[in-house]
């Protein structure tokens, strides 16, 4: 999985799939709708709108998180690091946006009825039943922080996006004759005999000479290279030598209550069910049904609703409802029933279970959150004020060791190191602490300076000082002459294996000498099995690309190039059997298949035009990348 991800951005394939994610995330995206802002703050800016950097940076960590989940215990920081995050999400954005101002220029706006059927259509949104449901609607808008106004306005943006794809894209026909080469080229399979050239073919290698060694060292002189050592000290602040001096009093916390009152306040809350209807008249008669004094759970279950089986809403404050339902809803007395009211979802009739009157939190009821929230504040005046007093400390030439026994907190000494964490003997030292970048600040600092406070992550914090640098220097040959022989017989062997492999293949493409060769080196022959045309299909057969691509170049017999291996050896393929593709006939099996590669050409056309149309819109639009704030994402 990981080298599948790691090629997506490469080849037909990929593009295709990167099109139809491209396409998804255009219209379901996960972002808001952009809003013009700062550029002095924007990641970038599209027309008159731009990605702010707080947009961008959640946008962000929701795709490391996707691609975390995708990864499960093969996630590494290097991995996504690798797959440049960053820009990939840009892009993304980039791409709507612009999809976004051309939809707006064009009128392109879905109306009410497109929406709502949106709406109760998303599975999401519905119960077990399979219908959909105002209250798993509601809580899913809550998980994504949004009030219900904001996510309708969000999805008419987004068919509108859709609506200009469609239009745009529309019907890419692809011919039967196309669909059926495609379906044989893809489906062929070709079985080949690899033989392996190992590094041993070249047997042992005599000791360089001094010409040689000097050579080889003048021209990989930076693996050479001690690297810079610096010897550390540094203090921990456990977070309760800021805490324990905190007295919070009565007085501060009626003080804060006072300010923060409008917190405090919680409103009414109802207990409501509802019925929804498609049509006002099926409304209607529900109502006239209730009026006549049958149960609204009879009424609800007799009555062609949209929310069978879920008409509960449970206890909800009137701004959650829409504004044009939540007035008569809240003015019901308990026990009543409105009459048919209408939203953007349809027809409501809602029954009024429970009133709890709205109240105000007392002081005693609100204390716990209260010193909660003031012994953090105040944490953090009184950490600004150490901050500022350890700063004056060290500016009128207190010393480290000074500072930690105003503190009452021991100097922790580190032998030199390098940025790795390691003595010049290849230790590391057990004084290291396994503070997240504490390598990285350390070697930020001048000679005999401290750094500022930096935070971990128990909320305590931690002081570093340079004791010592000493700078990285180029070892001479004769201190590194052992490695630098070895690395030469390396690099030699590479070299000479090299030749030997491409001189082997080509005579191994004369039919006649393959004998004579494989019996001369003692080469190995094992069967490729049978392989496909794309290399992700061959789970049980890595092949390069490069060898898998000749391979389906070649006719029975001939042989390809010499390929170098994962293992340092080098392969050479003799192609076998070609097993051309399961004829297609007139079974449904047959015209499946022929209607999947038709649907997989048309997709690659699609994903081609998109590209194109992208690419004029970019002309179109003008969008400035502010390219500190990203490369400041990409180094994280």
Not at 538 to 547: S, T
Not at 589 to 601: F, V
Request: net charge negative; aromatic share 8%; charged share 25%.
């Amino acid at each position: 999985m990981i080298n599948d991800i790691r090629k997506l951005a490469g080849g037909i394939a990929s593009k295709l799939m990167l099109a139809v994610l491209f396409v998804a995330m255009c219209l379901w995206g996960v972002s808001d709708v952009l809003q013009p802002g700062s550029s002095r703050s924007s990641v970038a800016t599209i027309g008159d709108y731009s990605i702010s950097a707080a947009q961008f940076r959640s946008e962000l960590r929701d795709e490391q998180e996707n691609f975390r989940r995708m990864l499960g215990a093969n996630y590494s920081d290097d991995i996504v690091k690798s797959l440049n995050l960053p820009y990939r999400v840009l892009q993304r954005l980039i791409r709507q946006e612009l999809l976004r101002l051309e939809a707006d220029v064009l009128q392109l706006s879905p109306s009410d009825a497109d929406v709502v059927r949106q709406i109760t259509e998303t599975r999401t949104f519905h119960d077990k039943q399979g219908h959909f449901d105002k209250n798993t609607f509601r809580a899913v808008l809550n998980n994504m922080g949004m009030s219900e106004k904001q996510y309708i306005e969000k999805l008419r943006s987004q068919i509108s996006s859709e609506l200009l794809v469609s239009a745009f894209l529309g019907n890419v026909p692809v011919s039967d004759t196309a669909a059926r080469t495609l379906y044989q080229a893809r489906e062929e399979k070709r079985v080949a005999t690899l033989y392996t050239l190992p590094a041993s073919l070249v047997g042992s290698l005599p000791e360089p000479s001094t010409q040689q060694l000097e050579a080889y060292y003048k021209e990989r002189s930076a693996q050479f290279v001690a690297p810079e050592y610096r010897a550390l000290s540094y203090i921990v602040i456990e977070p309760k030598q800021v805490t324990d001096s905190i007295k919070i009093t009565d007085e501060m916390l009626q003080k804060t209550y006072d300010e923060r009152i409008d917190e405090f306040k919680r409103p009414e809350m109802r207990t409501l069910e509802q019925m929804l209807f498609a049509e006002e008249a099926e409304a209607e008669t529900a109502y006239e049904a209730l009026k006549a004094g049958k149960s609204f759970a009879k009424v609800a279950a007799s009555s062609n609703i949209l929310n069978k089986g879920s008409t509960a809403l449970g206890s909800i404050d009137k701004s959650a409802l829409n504004e044009s339902v939540g007035d008569a809803a809240f003015f019901l007395k308990q026990g009543d029933y409105t009459q048919p009211v209408k939203s953007l979802f349809g027809w409501h009739i809602f029954n009024v279970l429970k009133i709890e009157p709205a109240y105000t939190m007392t002081l005693e009821q609100a204390r716990p959150a209260l010193e909660n929230d003031l012994k953090q504040q105040l944490s953090s005046e009184a950490l600004h004020n150490l901050a500022n007093s350890l700063e004056d400390s060290f500016a009128g030439g207190s010393t480290l060791a000074e500072v930690a026994q105003s503190l009452g907190v021991k100097v922790v000494s580190i032998p030199a190191i390098n940025a790795s964490g390691l003595t010049a003997g290849g230790a590391q030292p057990k004084e290291i602490p396994a503070f997240p970048d504490f390598l990285e600040n350390a070697f930020k600092l001048d000679e005999k300076t401290e750094s500022q406070l930096i935070p971990t992550k128990d909320g305590g914090y931690y002081i570093i000082r340079v004791e010592n640098i000493t700078p990285e220097r180029e070892k001479p040959l004769a201190e590194v002459k052992d490695a630098a022989t070895n690395g030469w017989k390396q690099n030699e062997r590479k070299r000479l294996l090299a030749e030997l492999a491409q001189e082997v293949a080509d005579k191994f493409a004369d039919s006649t000498q393959r004998k004579a060769l494989i019996e001369k080196y003692r080469l190995q022959g094992s069967s490729s099995g049978a392989l496909k045309r794309i290399p992700a299909e061959n789970k049980d057969n890595q092949l390069p690309p490069a060898l898998l691509e000749e391979i389906f170049m070649l006719t029975p017999s001939q042989s390809s190039k010499a390929y170098p291996m994962e293992n340092g050896s080098y392969s050479i393929a003799v192609v076998g059997d070609i097993i051309s593709a399961t004829p297609l006939d007139q079974s449904a099996q047959s015209a499946a298949l022929l209607a999947k590669t038709r649907e997989s050409l048309s997709a690659e056309a699609k994903s081609e035009l998109i590209e194109q149309y992208i690419a004029y819109l970019q002309d179109k639009y003008s969008i400035k990348i502010n390219q500190e704030a990203l490369s400041a994402f990409e180094q994280h």
